[in-house]
Protein backbone atom coordinates (compact mmCIF):
# COMPACT_ATOMS: atom_id res chain seq x y z
CA UNK A 1 0.00 0.00 0.00
CA UNK A 2 1.61 3.72 -0.89
CA UNK A 3 -0.11 7.22 -0.16
CA UNK A 4 1.51 9.92 -1.74
CA UNK A 5 0.43 13.26 -0.61
CA UNK A 6 1.03 16.51 -3.09
CA UNK A 7 -0.79 20.14 -3.17
CA UNK A 8 1.51 21.43 -0.35
CA UNK A 9 3.35 24.53 -0.63
CA UNK A 10 4.00 28.15 0.15
CA UNK A 11 0.85 30.43 0.28
CA UNK A 12 -0.83 34.16 2.27
CA UNK A 13 -2.75 34.03 4.91
CA UNK A 14 -6.13 34.40 4.00
CA UNK A 15 -5.06 31.83 1.07
CA UNK A 16 -6.19 28.35 -0.10
CA UNK A 17 -4.92 25.42 -0.96
CA UNK A 18 -5.63 21.65 -2.30
CA UNK A 19 -3.96 18.58 -0.95
CA UNK A 20 -4.00 15.78 -2.52
CA UNK A 21 -3.37 11.61 -1.39
CA UNK A 22 -3.05 9.42 -4.42
CA UNK A 23 -3.58 5.54 -3.06
CA UNK A 24 -2.38 2.54 -4.64
CA UNK A 25 -1.94 -1.26 -4.11
CA UNK A 26 -5.16 -1.01 -1.67
CA UNK A 27 -7.66 -3.74 -2.19
CA UNK A 28 -9.80 -3.07 1.32
CA UNK A 29 -13.63 -2.06 0.49
CA UNK A 30 -14.03 -0.51 3.44
CA UNK A 31 -11.29 1.90 5.40
CA UNK A 32 -10.98 4.99 7.08
CA UNK A 33 -8.90 7.90 5.84
CA UNK A 34 -7.68 10.93 7.50
CA UNK A 35 -5.38 14.20 7.06
CA UNK A 36 -3.04 14.50 9.94
CA UNK A 37 -0.72 17.58 10.45
CA UNK A 38 2.38 18.38 12.70
CA UNK A 39 3.13 21.49 13.09
CA UNK A 40 7.24 22.64 13.59
CA UNK A 41 7.51 22.07 17.48
CA UNK A 42 4.38 20.51 18.14
CA UNK A 43 2.85 17.17 17.89
CA UNK A 44 0.69 15.55 15.43
CA UNK A 45 -2.80 16.64 15.10
CA UNK A 46 -5.54 14.66 13.59
CA UNK A 47 -6.94 17.47 10.88
CA UNK A 48 -10.03 15.50 9.11
CA UNK A 49 -11.10 11.83 8.53
CA UNK A 50 -14.00 10.10 6.06
CA UNK A 51 -14.95 6.50 5.78
CA UNK A 52 -15.08 4.62 2.52
CA UNK A 53 -18.41 5.48 2.23
CA UNK A 54 -17.50 9.34 2.11
CA UNK A 55 -19.00 9.56 5.71
CA UNK A 56 -17.07 12.50 6.98
CA UNK A 57 -15.77 11.45 10.33
CA UNK A 58 -14.10 14.22 12.46
CA UNK A 59 -12.63 17.82 11.46
CA UNK A 60 -10.02 19.45 14.01
CA UNK A 61 -11.77 21.97 15.97
CA UNK A 62 -9.20 24.72 14.40
CA UNK A 63 -10.27 23.84 11.19
CA UNK A 64 -13.72 23.15 11.15
CA UNK A 65 -15.73 25.71 8.72
CA UNK A 66 -12.32 26.36 6.57
CA UNK A 67 -11.00 22.44 5.21
CA UNK A 68 -13.15 20.02 3.05
CA UNK A 69 -12.54 16.28 2.71
CA UNK A 70 -13.57 14.63 0.03
CA UNK A 71 -12.40 11.62 -2.56
CA UNK A 72 -12.55 10.57 -6.06
CA UNK A 73 -12.67 6.88 -5.80
CA UNK A 74 -12.12 6.61 -9.55
CA UNK A 75 -8.81 8.59 -9.11
CA UNK A 76 -8.07 6.77 -6.13
CA UNK A 77 -7.60 10.18 -4.17
CA UNK A 78 -8.92 12.05 -1.17
CA UNK A 79 -8.79 15.77 -0.93
CA UNK A 80 -7.97 18.31 1.48
CA UNK A 81 -9.47 21.91 0.49
CA UNK A 82 -7.76 24.19 2.95
CA UNK A 83 -9.62 27.69 2.72
CA UNK A 84 -8.94 31.35 5.03
CA UNK A 85 -5.26 29.98 5.61
CA UNK A 86 -3.74 31.07 8.73
CA UNK A 87 -0.32 30.96 10.08
CA UNK A 88 -1.00 28.29 12.41
CA UNK A 89 -2.06 25.99 9.66
CA UNK A 90 1.72 25.64 8.70
CA UNK A 91 2.77 22.22 8.98
CA UNK A 92 3.55 18.62 6.88
CA UNK A 93 0.14 17.58 6.33
CA UNK A 94 -0.09 13.24 5.91
CA UNK A 95 -2.58 10.91 4.82
CA UNK A 96 -3.17 7.37 6.34
CA UNK A 97 -5.62 4.97 6.34
CA UNK A 98 -6.85 2.48 9.04
CA UNK A 99 -8.45 -1.06 8.01
CA UNK A 100 -9.74 -1.88 11.38
CA UNK A 101 -12.64 -0.40 12.97
CA UNK A 102 -12.64 0.71 16.63
CA UNK A 103 -15.56 -0.05 18.86
CA UNK A 104 -17.16 -0.90 16.03
CA UNK A 105 -17.44 2.05 14.07
CA UNK A 106 -14.88 3.46 11.56
CA UNK A 107 -12.26 6.15 13.12
CA UNK A 108 -8.50 7.56 12.67
CA UNK A 109 -7.00 6.94 15.62
CA UNK A 110 -3.90 9.49 15.75
CA UNK A 111 -1.33 7.06 17.12
CA UNK A 112 -2.85 3.30 15.43
CA UNK A 113 -3.23 4.07 11.49
CA UNK A 114 -2.33 1.20 9.62
CA UNK A 115 -0.51 2.78 6.58
CA UNK A 116 0.99 6.19 6.06
CA UNK A 117 2.26 9.04 3.28
CA UNK A 118 5.38 10.43 3.65
CA UNK A 119 3.68 13.88 3.82
CA UNK A 120 3.57 17.77 2.12
CA UNK A 121 4.38 20.79 3.70
CA UNK A 122 2.33 23.92 3.83
CA UNK A 123 3.94 26.68 4.68
CA UNK A 124 1.71 29.63 5.42
CA UNK A 125 3.02 33.25 5.76
CA UNK A 126 2.39 36.45 7.04
Known amino acids: VQLVESGGGLVQVGGSLRLSCQVS????????IGWFRQAPGKAREGVSC????????YYGDSVKGRFTISSDKAMNTVYLQMNSLKAEDTGVYSC????????????????????WGKGTLVTVSS
Open 96 to 115: AVSVRLYGGRWYCPLFDMDY
Open 25 to 32: GFTFDDYA
Open 50 to 57: MDSKDNVI
